[in-house]
């Protein structure tokens, strides 16, 4: 019998330039509508994106980007099946969901789990790439560990919402990322649902879960915070249609998720540089 180690081989994506974990401590904080928009807004900024969804617990990114009823198409390659992802706003996509049947309420276990990520993050067509973002599945347990274990060279953004409660969850999923033996950079912090902005009062900014945890877990992480996202009724609305956040009107919603992707890129092109500087 083959060793766990053997089942979940390690994923080389060779052709892709950086790969960008979003994780979180614990579950309903925005990761996946974080990790979908950046994709788009990468996508709309010229570079060539991925987006993989490897959150076995709810795949919800073939909802967010209404693609429920797609599937990859595949080519042979030698004895292999290779999966090319799904287009769709110009970011190339794999979800573990494209692997699930339809209302499959099944919760994976071990080697299956194993398996099918295995499958996703090896048998994946991505080509080049600028920019992969990998929606994590939340907490900070064996699957996470292991799929942060077999993305070599990836970094870390952490998404958590403004209350102090919310810093020690954040804090576990540093920590898991920083542990020596995983060795994963955090590239910094994401603030979701940082204050209320009303529609009909555009100006007005209510801050109903507090304020300043993103920027105290960025602290105690030696990272920067590295935007701030206000939390839109137009959100739901759009996500409910299957319509993304850049076919909404608003301004500070395009703004955040904009001017985000612009500092990843600037802090990501200053490690590339560096790296260059070094060989
Ligand atoms: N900035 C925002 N403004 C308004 N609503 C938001 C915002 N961000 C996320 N939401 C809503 O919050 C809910 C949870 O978001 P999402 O599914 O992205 O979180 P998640 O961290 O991926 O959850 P899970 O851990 O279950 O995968 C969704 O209904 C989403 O539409
Ligand atoms: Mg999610």
């Known amino acids: 019998m083959s060793d766990k180690s053997d089942i979940f081989k390690e994923a080389e994506l060779k052709g892709v330039k950086n790969i960008i974990l979003?994780?979180?401590?614990k579950g309903g904080v925005g990761k996946s509508t974080v990790a979908s928009s950046l994709a788009i807004a990468f996508s709309r900024e010229g570079y060539k994106t991925g987006l993989l969804d490897a959150d076995l617990y709810g795949p919800s990114i073939?909802?967010?980007?209404?693609?429920?009823?797609?599937?990859?198409?595949?080519?042979?390659?030698?004895?292999?099946?290779?999966?090319?992802?799904?287009?769709?706003?110009?970011?190339?996509?794999?979800?573990?969901?494209?692997?699930?049947?339809?209302?499959?309420?099944?919760?994976?276990?071990?080697?299956?789990?194993?398996n099918a990520l295995n499958q996703l993050l090896t048998l994946t067509d991505w080509g080049?790439?600028?920019?992969?973002?990998v929606d994590m599945p939340p907490g900070t347990g064996d699957i996470n560990i292991t799929l942060a274990q077999k993305l070599k060279r990836a970094q870390a953004i952490i998404v958590i919402t403004p209350q102090k409660l919310a810093i020690s969850d954040g804090l576990k999923a540093a920590n898991m990322f920083l542990n020596k033996n995983l060795n994963i950079s955090m590239l910094g912090v994401?603030?979701?649902m940082s204050y209320f902005v009303p529609a009909k009062h555009p100006d007005?900014?209510?801050?109903?879960?507090?304020?300043?945890?993103?920027?105290?877990?960025?602290?105690?992480?030696?990272?920067?915070?590295?935007a701030q996202i206000p939390m839109i009724q137009d959100v739901c609305e759009l996500t409910d249609k299957g319509q993304n956040l850049f076919q909404s009107e608003n301004e500070l919603?395009?703004?955040?998720?904009?001017s985000f992707a612009t500092k990843i890129v600037e802090k990501t092109m200053k490690?590339?540089?560096?790296?260059?500087?070094n060989e």
């Open 128 to 133: 080049e790439l600028d920019y992969l973002i």
């Open 204 to 226: 007005e900014k209510y801050y109903v879960f507090g304020s300043g945890g993103g920027k105290q877990l960025a602290e105690r992480t030696h990272t920067e915070l590295l």
């Open 62 to 114: 073939p909802i967010l980007f209404d693609i429920e009823k797609e599937r990859p198409q595949v080519r042979k390659e030698e004895d292999k099946d290779i999966m090319i992802p799904v287009n769709k706003y110009g970011v190339k996509i794999m979800s573990i969901g494209f692997l699930m049947s339809h209302d499959d309420a099944v919760i994976w276990r071990g080697p299956m789990a194993s």
């Open 190 to 192: 994401a603030e979701n």
């Open 22 to 25: 979003i994780a979180s401590g």
């Open 253 to 258: 919603l395009i703004d955040a998720f904009q």
């Open 271 to 277: 490690e590339e540089k560096g790296s260059m500087k």
